[in-house]
Structure formats: structure tokens, C-alpha cells
């Protein structure tokens, strides 16, 4: 069982940056793909945004956030991070990491963190 925590939610202004830590526990982390969705305010749906093999060496990110936010992981700290840039309000949302065996788009979870939230307001 992977227990998956994650951190550095906020608010923020538009244009400002944030970083989102994942921390996992409880398994062996390399055996799994990492990866972040969210789910805005009234969606009932979570969207994907990017994802991360278990070495790190491979990244996919979806369209709407590509250019301004970037997957890494820390396979030594067990942490995956999700760092955001040039924020808009249209990112406001609670942010969840999620572990997978596969990597790959779709990508088919296993663990869900209980989210942290990110709101971009003026």
C-alpha cells in the first residue's frame, strides 16, 4: 500500500509561481510512474496534467499547462514535484499526486494523495 502526501498549496497572484511536493511512503517507489491531476471548483471530473516515468527520463504533459509547469521526481527522497510558473486563475484547483504502475497517457492510477489546494487570484 503507497501512502502519497502532498504539500505546497496556496494562494497566489497571477504570475506567481508554486511548487507542489509529493511525498510517498509504503512501497517501492521507483516501481511506479508519478503523476498530478486536478479538479477545478464545480467539476465533478479530475483533468490530468503530466506525468513522470520512474527513472524520471520521461515526461508528458497536457496542452493547457505545457510551457509553464514541469514534472521532476527525487527518487532518493521519494518526492515527486510539480513546479508551476506564470500562474492564471484558470489553475485554481485541489491538485492531486497519484501513482501508477504504467507510464504512460492515459495514465491508469493506483494511489491518490488527498489533494492540496492551489488558488490563483488577484
Known amino acids: 500500500q503507497v501512502q502519497l502526501g502532498e504539500s505546497g498549496g496556496g494562494l497566489v497572484h497571477p504570475g506567481d509561481s508554486l511548487r507542489l511536493s509529493c511525498a510517498a511512503s509504503g512501497g517501492t517507489f521507483t516501481s511506479y510512474a508519478m503523476g498530478w491531476f486536478r479538479q477545478a471548483p464545480g467539476r465533478k471530473d479530475r483533468e490530468f496534467v503530466s506525468?513522470?516515468?520512474?527513472?524520471?527520463?520521461?515526461?508528458y504533459i497536457t496542452d493547457s499547462v505545457k510551457g509553464r509547469f514541469t514534472i521532476s521526481r527525487d527518487n532518493a527522497k521519494n518526492t515527486v514535484y510539480l513546479q508551476m510558473n506564470s500562474l492564471k486563475p484558470e489553475d485554481t484547483a485541489v491538485y492531486y499526486c497519484?501513482?501508477?504502475?504504467?507510464?504512460?497517457?492515459?495514465?491508469?492510477?493506483?494511489?491518490w494523495g488527498q489533494g492540496t489546494q492551489v488558488t490563483v487570484s488577484s
Open positions: 497519484a501513482a501508477g504502475r504504467v507510464f504512460g497517457f492515459p495514465f491508469t492510477t493506483e494511489y
Open positions: 506525468v513522470i516515468n520512474w527513472s524520471g527520463g520521461r515526461t
